[in-house]
Protein backbone atom coordinates (compact mmCIF):
# COMPACT_ATOMS: atom_id res chain seq x y z
CA UNK A 1 0.00 0.00 0.00
CA UNK A 2 0.94 3.74 -0.79
CA UNK A 3 2.51 4.82 2.38
CA UNK A 4 1.31 8.87 1.17
CA UNK A 5 -1.67 9.64 3.14
CA UNK A 6 -4.69 11.33 1.21
CA UNK A 7 -6.04 13.58 4.52
CA UNK A 8 -9.29 15.42 3.59
CA UNK A 9 -10.68 18.19 5.79
CA UNK A 10 -14.59 17.48 6.24
CA UNK A 11 -16.93 15.26 6.46
CA UNK A 12 -19.04 16.42 3.81
CA UNK A 13 -21.02 14.70 1.04
CA UNK A 14 -17.74 16.23 -1.03
CA UNK A 15 -15.72 14.54 1.36
CA UNK A 16 -17.01 11.09 1.90
CA UNK A 17 -17.65 11.03 -1.99
CA UNK A 18 -13.74 11.58 -2.92
CA UNK A 19 -12.82 9.00 -0.37
CA UNK A 20 -15.46 6.18 -1.44
CA UNK A 21 -14.43 6.97 -5.25
CA UNK A 22 -10.51 6.79 -4.55
CA UNK A 23 -11.17 4.07 -3.53
CA UNK A 24 -13.12 2.67 -6.24
CA UNK A 25 -10.64 3.77 -8.84
CA UNK A 26 -7.81 1.69 -7.15
CA UNK A 27 -6.26 4.61 -4.63
CA UNK A 28 -4.54 2.64 -2.00
CA UNK A 29 -3.67 4.76 0.17
CA UNK A 30 -4.47 5.26 3.49
CA UNK A 31 -6.93 7.56 3.98
CA UNK A 32 -7.80 10.25 7.07
CA UNK A 33 -11.17 12.00 7.09
CA UNK A 34 -11.93 14.73 9.90
CA UNK A 35 -15.11 16.26 10.53
CA UNK A 36 -15.49 19.32 13.49
CA UNK A 37 -19.24 17.75 14.62
CA UNK A 38 -19.73 14.81 16.35
CA UNK A 39 -21.69 13.55 14.05
CA UNK A 40 -20.67 10.71 10.84
CA UNK A 41 -21.46 12.20 7.69
CA UNK A 42 -25.22 12.55 6.64
CA UNK A 43 -27.47 14.55 4.35
CA UNK A 44 -28.38 17.88 4.61
CA UNK A 45 -31.14 18.49 2.01
CA UNK A 46 -33.28 17.22 4.90
CA UNK A 47 -32.35 19.34 7.24
CA UNK A 48 -34.19 22.27 5.76
CA UNK A 49 -37.40 19.70 5.01
CA UNK A 50 -38.21 16.49 6.55
CA UNK A 51 -36.00 16.69 9.58
CA UNK A 52 -37.97 20.37 10.52
CA UNK A 53 -41.31 18.60 9.25
CA UNK A 54 -40.95 14.67 10.85
CA UNK A 55 -41.09 13.23 7.95
CA UNK A 56 -37.17 12.01 8.05
CA UNK A 57 -36.07 10.74 10.96
CA UNK A 58 -32.44 10.70 12.10
CA UNK A 59 -31.95 6.87 11.43
CA UNK A 60 -32.28 7.58 7.69
CA UNK A 61 -29.68 10.76 7.65
CA UNK A 62 -26.44 8.91 7.68
CA UNK A 63 -24.62 8.99 3.92
CA UNK A 64 -22.84 5.42 4.57
CA UNK A 65 -23.48 2.32 6.61
CA UNK A 66 -22.27 2.01 9.70
CA UNK A 67 -19.25 -0.49 8.53
CA UNK A 68 -18.82 2.07 5.77
CA UNK A 69 -15.46 3.41 6.91
CA UNK A 70 -13.82 0.20 8.29
CA UNK A 71 -14.83 -1.59 5.44
CA UNK A 72 -13.20 0.84 2.82
CA UNK A 73 -10.02 1.46 5.52
CA UNK A 74 -10.81 5.00 5.69
CA UNK A 75 -10.03 6.41 9.36
CA UNK A 76 -12.92 8.70 10.04
CA UNK A 77 -11.95 11.10 12.81
CA UNK A 78 -14.86 13.00 14.52
CA UNK A 79 -14.99 16.06 16.49
CA UNK A 80 -11.63 17.49 15.35
CA UNK A 81 -10.88 20.43 13.63
CA UNK A 82 -8.13 22.04 11.19
CA UNK A 83 -6.39 24.92 12.41
CA UNK A 84 -3.08 25.49 10.43
CA UNK A 85 -1.65 24.57 7.34
CA UNK A 86 1.96 24.20 5.82
CA UNK A 87 1.96 23.31 2.17
CA UNK A 88 5.68 23.17 2.37
CA UNK A 89 5.97 20.84 4.92
CA UNK A 90 2.99 19.23 3.76
CA UNK A 91 1.84 19.56 7.50
CA UNK A 92 -1.98 19.94 9.18
CA UNK A 93 -2.14 21.49 12.36
CA UNK A 94 -5.11 20.04 14.26
CA UNK A 95 -7.52 21.80 17.18
CA UNK A 96 -5.80 19.52 19.81
CA UNK A 97 -2.37 20.12 18.72
CA UNK A 98 -1.52 17.16 16.78
CA UNK A 99 -0.08 17.57 13.30
CA UNK A 100 -0.64 15.23 10.58
CA UNK A 101 1.69 14.70 7.31
CA UNK A 102 0.06 14.35 4.14
CA UNK A 103 0.55 13.21 0.83
CA UNK A 104 -2.67 14.95 -0.83
CA UNK A 105 -4.48 17.09 1.17
CA UNK A 106 -8.09 17.40 0.19
CA UNK A 107 -10.16 20.50 1.41
CA UNK A 108 -13.65 19.56 1.76
CA UNK A 109 -14.53 22.90 4.31
CA UNK A 110 -17.68 23.60 2.78
CA UNK A 111 -19.68 26.56 3.90
CA UNK A 112 -21.32 28.77 7.12
CA UNK A 113 -24.61 30.83 7.32
CA UNK A 114 -23.88 34.06 6.73
CA UNK A 115 -24.79 36.23 9.86
CA UNK A 116 -27.24 38.90 9.78
CA UNK A 117 -25.23 42.28 10.97
CA UNK A 118 -27.62 43.98 12.48
CA UNK A 119 -28.70 44.39 16.79
CA UNK A 120 -30.44 41.54 18.44
CA UNK A 121 -29.09 39.04 15.98
CA UNK A 122 -27.63 37.51 19.14
CA UNK A 123 -31.00 37.18 21.14
CA UNK A 124 -32.37 33.92 22.00
CA UNK A 125 -34.73 32.54 19.80
CA UNK A 126 -33.20 33.78 16.54
CA UNK A 127 -31.51 30.57 14.72
CA UNK A 128 -28.97 29.41 11.67
CA UNK A 129 -29.80 26.27 10.01
CA UNK A 130 -26.85 24.51 8.63
CA UNK A 131 -26.12 21.09 10.75
CA UNK A 132 -27.84 18.70 12.12
CA UNK A 133 -27.96 20.29 15.24
CA UNK A 134 -28.81 23.30 13.54
CA UNK A 135 -31.75 21.61 12.45
CA UNK A 136 -32.43 19.76 15.39
CA UNK A 137 -32.52 23.17 17.79
CA UNK A 138 -35.52 24.77 15.29
CA UNK A 139 -37.43 21.76 15.59
CA UNK A 140 -37.28 21.64 19.32
CA UNK A 141 -37.96 26.16 19.27
CA UNK A 142 -40.93 24.95 16.63
CA UNK A 143 -42.85 23.34 19.36
CA UNK A 144 -43.27 26.18 21.65
CA UNK A 145 -43.41 28.95 18.86
CA UNK A 146 -46.62 29.97 16.99
CA UNK A 147 -45.20 32.94 15.23
CA UNK A 148 -41.89 32.69 13.07
CA UNK A 149 -40.16 35.12 10.84
CA UNK A 150 -37.69 33.57 8.00
CA UNK A 151 -35.06 36.35 6.79
CA UNK A 152 -33.93 35.00 3.56
CA UNK A 153 -35.92 34.14 0.51
CA UNK A 154 -33.14 31.86 -1.29
CA UNK A 155 -34.07 28.15 -1.37
CA UNK A 156 -33.11 27.56 2.10
CA UNK A 157 -35.25 30.19 3.63
CA UNK A 158 -38.67 29.08 1.44
CA UNK A 159 -38.08 25.80 2.46
CA UNK A 160 -37.68 26.40 6.32
CA UNK A 161 -40.95 28.68 5.59
CA UNK A 162 -42.61 25.75 4.04
CA UNK A 163 -41.51 23.08 6.87
CA UNK A 164 -42.44 26.00 9.36
CA UNK A 165 -46.00 26.15 7.88
CA UNK A 166 -46.95 22.69 7.81
CA UNK A 167 -45.80 22.54 11.67
CA UNK A 168 -48.80 24.73 12.37
CA UNK A 169 -46.70 27.95 12.58
CA UNK A 170 -47.58 31.68 10.84
CA UNK A 171 -44.71 32.30 8.80
CA UNK A 172 -43.54 35.53 7.14
CA UNK A 173 -40.46 35.61 4.83
CA UNK A 174 -38.49 38.86 4.24
CA UNK A 175 -36.15 39.31 1.64
CA UNK A 176 -33.91 42.33 0.67
CA UNK A 177 -34.26 41.48 -3.42
CA UNK A 178 -37.84 42.62 -4.81
CA UNK A 179 -38.50 39.18 -6.15
CA UNK A 180 -37.60 35.76 -4.46
CA UNK A 181 -34.78 34.05 -5.73
CA UNK A 182 -33.57 36.83 -7.98
CA UNK A 183 -29.94 35.45 -8.34
CA UNK A 184 -31.21 32.21 -9.29
CA UNK A 185 -34.34 32.49 -11.23
CA UNK A 186 -36.17 34.90 -13.56
CA UNK A 187 -39.17 37.17 -12.83
CA UNK A 188 -41.61 34.44 -14.33
CA UNK A 189 -40.45 31.88 -11.69
CA UNK A 190 -39.95 34.79 -9.00
CA UNK A 191 -43.43 35.59 -9.25
CA UNK A 192 -44.73 31.78 -9.67
CA UNK A 193 -43.02 30.84 -6.83
CA UNK A 194 -44.16 34.39 -4.47
CA UNK A 195 -48.31 33.70 -6.01
CA UNK A 196 -47.87 29.79 -4.30
CA UNK A 197 -46.26 30.88 -1.10
CA UNK A 198 -48.87 33.05 -0.36
CA UNK A 199 -51.23 31.04 -1.42
CA UNK A 200 -50.17 28.34 1.47
CA UNK A 201 -50.37 30.91 4.09
CA UNK A 202 -46.93 32.64 3.57
CA UNK A 203 -46.65 35.93 4.37
CA UNK A 204 -43.93 37.70 2.31
CA UNK A 205 -41.89 40.80 2.62
CA UNK A 206 -40.21 42.09 -0.33
CA UNK A 207 -37.52 44.88 -0.62
CA UNK A 208 -36.96 44.90 2.45
CA UNK A 209 -34.10 45.28 5.06
CA UNK A 210 -33.73 44.44 8.50
CA UNK A 211 -32.72 47.27 10.71
CA UNK A 212 -32.79 45.47 14.01
CA UNK A 213 -33.99 42.07 15.92
CA UNK A 214 -35.84 43.06 19.40
CA UNK A 215 -37.41 41.56 22.62
CA UNK A 216 -37.85 41.81 26.49
CA UNK A 217 -35.78 39.56 29.18
CA UNK A 218 -33.02 38.16 25.80
CA UNK A 219 -35.56 36.86 23.79
CA UNK A 220 -36.55 37.93 19.96
CA UNK A 221 -40.03 38.73 19.71
CA UNK A 222 -39.82 41.62 16.95
CA UNK A 223 -38.20 41.90 13.10
CA UNK A 224 -37.54 45.66 12.63
CA UNK A 225 -37.57 46.51 9.11
CA UNK A 226 -35.85 49.43 7.48
CA UNK A 227 -39.29 51.21 7.17
CA UNK A 228 -40.29 51.45 10.40
CA UNK A 229 -42.52 48.28 10.03
CA UNK A 230 -42.38 45.74 13.10
CA UNK A 231 -43.01 42.23 12.35
CA UNK A 232 -44.25 40.41 15.95
CA UNK A 233 -42.71 37.07 16.24
CA UNK A 234 -41.13 34.27 18.48
CA UNK A 235 -38.48 32.67 16.83
CA UNK A 236 -36.15 33.91 13.43
CA UNK A 237 -34.29 31.75 11.07
CA UNK A 238 -31.67 32.81 9.13
CA UNK A 239 -31.62 32.04 5.68
CA UNK A 240 -29.63 34.96 4.16
CA UNK A 241 -27.13 32.67 2.26
CA UNK A 242 -24.02 31.10 2.96
CA UNK A 243 -19.55 32.24 2.51
CA UNK A 244 -16.94 29.54 1.81
CA UNK A 245 -14.68 28.58 4.77
CA UNK A 246 -11.67 29.58 2.36
CA UNK A 247 -10.17 30.71 5.59
CA UNK A 248 -6.93 27.66 6.36
CA UNK A 249 -6.10 27.75 2.35
CA UNK A 250 -6.03 31.59 2.75
CA UNK A 251 -3.75 31.67 5.43
CA UNK A 252 -1.49 29.05 3.78
CA UNK A 253 -1.16 30.96 0.79
CA UNK A 254 -4.00 28.96 -1.54
CA UNK A 255 -5.13 31.23 -4.11
CA UNK A 256 -9.10 31.96 -3.56
CA UNK A 257 -11.42 33.87 -4.71
CA UNK A 258 -15.10 33.53 -3.84
CA UNK A 259 -14.09 29.93 -2.58
CA UNK A 260 -10.67 28.30 -3.36
CA UNK A 261 -9.72 28.15 -7.00
CA UNK A 262 -9.21 24.82 -8.67
CA UNK A 263 -9.11 23.63 -12.01
CA UNK A 264 -11.21 20.85 -13.46
CA UNK A 265 -9.78 18.48 -11.39
CA UNK A 266 -10.35 19.67 -8.15
CA UNK A 267 -6.41 20.88 -8.06
CA UNK A 268 -5.47 24.35 -6.60
CA UNK A 269 -2.45 26.80 -6.71
CA UNK A 270 -0.81 24.79 -3.91
CA UNK A 271 1.24 21.17 -4.68
CA UNK A 272 -0.99 18.32 -3.53
CA UNK A 273 -3.70 20.16 -2.50
CA UNK A 274 -7.46 19.62 -4.19
CA UNK A 275 -10.12 21.64 -2.98
CA UNK A 276 -13.87 20.08 -3.74
CA UNK A 277 -17.11 20.72 -2.35
CA UNK A 278 -19.02 24.13 -1.94
CA UNK A 279 -15.73 25.73 -0.56
CA UNK A 280 -14.28 24.84 -4.57
CA UNK A 281 -14.62 27.32 -6.98
CA UNK A 282 -14.20 25.44 -10.24
CA UNK A 283 -13.07 25.82 -13.81
CA UNK A 284 -16.50 25.31 -15.52
CA UNK A 285 -17.18 23.25 -18.50
CA UNK A 286 -17.14 25.62 -21.39
CA UNK A 287 -21.20 26.73 -22.49
CA UNK A 288 -22.00 29.72 -24.54
CA UNK A 289 -22.21 33.10 -22.78
CA UNK A 290 -21.64 30.81 -19.65
CA UNK A 291 -19.38 31.46 -16.90
CA UNK A 292 -15.41 30.62 -16.87
CA UNK A 293 -15.83 29.32 -13.17
CA UNK A 294 -18.69 28.27 -10.49
CA UNK A 295 -18.98 27.46 -6.69
CA UNK A 296 -21.81 25.81 -6.80
CA UNK A 297 -23.41 24.91 -3.96
CA UNK A 298 -25.57 21.37 -4.67
CA UNK A 299 -25.09 17.99 -3.60
CA UNK A 300 -24.71 17.28 -7.41
CA UNK A 301 -21.55 19.15 -8.03
CA UNK A 302 -20.37 18.00 -4.13
CA UNK A 303 -20.43 14.60 -5.62
CA UNK A 304 -19.49 15.53 -9.28
CA UNK A 305 -16.51 17.76 -8.07
CA UNK A 306 -15.28 14.74 -5.64
CA UNK A 307 -15.78 12.48 -8.74
CA UNK A 308 -13.70 13.79 -10.67
CA UNK A 309 -10.82 14.81 -8.37
CA UNK A 310 -10.86 10.77 -6.86
CA UNK A 311 -9.90 9.99 -10.71
CA UNK A 312 -6.82 12.38 -10.69
CA UNK A 313 -5.49 11.10 -7.73
CA UNK A 314 -6.24 7.48 -8.94
CA UNK A 315 -4.17 8.54 -11.90
CA UNK A 316 -7.34 8.51 -14.49
CA UNK A 317 -7.94 11.69 -14.70
CA UNK A 318 -11.51 12.68 -16.15
CA UNK A 319 -12.52 16.06 -15.36
CA UNK A 320 -16.52 16.58 -14.72
CA UNK A 321 -18.75 17.92 -18.12
CA UNK A 322 -21.99 17.41 -16.74
CA UNK A 323 -24.98 19.68 -16.63
CA UNK A 324 -25.60 21.60 -13.46
CA UNK A 325 -28.78 20.44 -12.03
CA UNK A 326 -30.38 21.14 -8.47
CA UNK A 327 -33.36 20.42 -6.47
CA UNK A 328 -35.78 22.18 -3.50
CA UNK A 329 -39.29 20.88 -2.23
CA UNK A 330 -41.36 23.79 -1.07
CA UNK A 331 -44.89 22.73 0.06
CA UNK A 332 -45.89 20.10 -2.31
CA UNK A 333 -43.98 21.27 -4.96
CA UNK A 334 -40.88 19.29 -6.36
CA UNK A 335 -38.32 22.23 -7.92
CA UNK A 336 -35.86 20.98 -9.93
CA UNK A 337 -33.24 23.00 -11.99
CA UNK A 338 -31.32 21.82 -14.69
CA UNK A 339 -28.32 23.96 -16.45
CA UNK A 340 -27.56 27.80 -16.22
CA UNK A 341 -30.13 30.12 -17.48
CA UNK A 342 -28.69 33.81 -18.36
CA UNK A 343 -30.54 37.35 -18.96
CA UNK A 344 -31.81 37.26 -22.23
CA UNK A 345 -32.26 33.40 -22.67
CA UNK A 346 -35.94 33.21 -24.60
CA UNK A 347 -38.28 31.46 -22.32
CA UNK A 348 -40.66 29.04 -23.19
CA UNK A 349 -43.58 27.25 -21.30
CA UNK A 350 -44.61 23.84 -21.47
CA UNK A 351 -47.48 23.19 -19.62
CA UNK A 352 -50.01 25.45 -17.58
CA UNK A 353 -47.90 27.04 -14.34
CA UNK A 354 -51.26 27.62 -12.62
CA UNK A 355 -51.38 23.45 -12.00
CA UNK A 356 -48.62 23.76 -10.33
CA UNK A 357 -47.28 21.13 -12.94
CA UNK A 358 -44.83 22.67 -15.83
CA UNK A 359 -41.34 23.61 -16.74
CA UNK A 360 -40.11 26.53 -18.22
CA UNK A 361 -37.28 25.78 -20.73
CA UNK A 362 -34.90 28.44 -22.01
CA UNK A 363 -32.99 29.22 -25.57
CA UNK A 364 -29.66 30.51 -26.24
CA UNK A 365 -29.27 30.71 -30.20
CA UNK A 366 -31.80 28.61 -30.49
CA UNK A 367 -30.62 25.50 -28.01
CA UNK A 368 -31.43 24.14 -25.01
CA UNK A 369 -29.43 25.69 -21.99
CA UNK A 370 -31.46 25.29 -19.02
CA UNK A 371 -34.58 24.17 -17.99
CA UNK A 372 -36.93 24.50 -14.40
CA UNK A 373 -39.35 22.02 -13.63
CA UNK A 374 -42.57 21.99 -10.82
CA UNK A 375 -43.66 18.46 -9.87
CA UNK A 376 -42.32 17.46 -13.18
CA UNK A 377 -39.49 14.89 -12.61
CA UNK A 378 -39.77 12.78 -16.05
CA UNK A 379 -39.10 16.23 -17.83
CA UNK A 380 -36.71 17.14 -15.78
CA UNK A 381 -34.74 14.28 -16.57
CA UNK A 382 -35.01 14.78 -20.23
CA UNK A 383 -33.99 18.37 -19.46
CA UNK A 384 -30.69 17.70 -19.12
CA UNK A 385 -29.88 15.20 -21.82
CA UNK A 386 -31.70 18.17 -24.17
CA UNK A 387 -29.03 20.88 -22.12
CA UNK A 388 -26.45 17.90 -22.38
CA UNK A 389 -26.29 17.59 -26.06
CA UNK A 390 -27.19 21.43 -26.88
CA UNK A 391 -30.42 20.25 -28.89
CA UNK A 392 -31.72 23.09 -30.76
CA UNK A 393 -35.40 22.81 -30.96
CA UNK A 394 -38.32 25.19 -32.38
CA UNK A 395 -39.95 26.68 -29.56
CA UNK A 396 -43.48 26.14 -30.79
CA UNK A 397 -42.42 22.10 -30.49
CA UNK A 398 -41.25 22.60 -27.27
CA UNK A 399 -44.38 24.62 -25.85
CA UNK A 400 -46.60 21.57 -27.32
CA UNK A 401 -47.27 19.09 -24.94
CA UNK A 402 -48.43 16.86 -27.64
CA UNK A 403 -45.10 16.89 -28.94
CA UNK A 404 -42.71 13.90 -27.40
CA UNK A 405 -39.19 15.36 -26.13
CA UNK A 406 -38.19 12.13 -26.15
CA UNK A 407 -37.83 12.01 -30.14
CA UNK A 408 -35.04 14.22 -29.81
Known sequence: MNASPLVIVGASYAGTQLAASARELGFDAPIV??????????QRPPLSKGVLTGKTTLDSLPLRGADFFDVQGIDLRLGHRATALNTGAQTLTLDDGSILKYGTLALATGAR?????????DLEG?????????????????????RACVIGGGFIGLEVASALAARGASVTVVESQPRLLARSFPPLMSEYLANAHRQRNVELVLGRGV?????????????????GRRIDCDMVVLGIGVQPNVELAQQAGVACDNGILTDALGRTSAPNVIAVGDVANTEAPTTPGGPARMRLESIQAANDGARAAASALAGKPQPFEGVPWFWSDQHNLKLQMAGLAMPGDEVIARGDMQT???????????AVVAAHSVNRPAEHMLSRKLIARRVRIDPQQLSDESFDLKTL
Open 126 to 146: VFNLRTLDDALRVSDALSKAT
Open 33 to 42: MLGDERHAPY
Open 211 to 227: RALSGASGRVEHVELDD
Open 356 to 366: DRFSLFYLREG
Open 113 to 121: CRPLPVTGS
